[in-house]
């Protein structure tokens, strides 16, 4: 059972640090159009649309593909 738990731990984390790499995107991007940065404008908006992805979308999928099958 420890086994289980490390693997749910990980996963979890793992889910936890790309919300956190999206919220940083996401900074950047708001930043970059306030024109707080020297970034490209596409640059910015790239971050941006990757922030909401990394935040939104891709911890779902993660959860959806390590979810325990039924028995």
Known sequence: MAADE????GRYFAMALVRLAGAFLLAIGVLGIMGE????NWAVWLALVAGLICIAVIPQRMARRWRTPPE
Do not use: D, S
Request: hydrophobic share 25%.
């Open 37 to 40: 940065t020297t970034w490209p």
């Open 6 to 9: 490390n693997k749910a731990r």
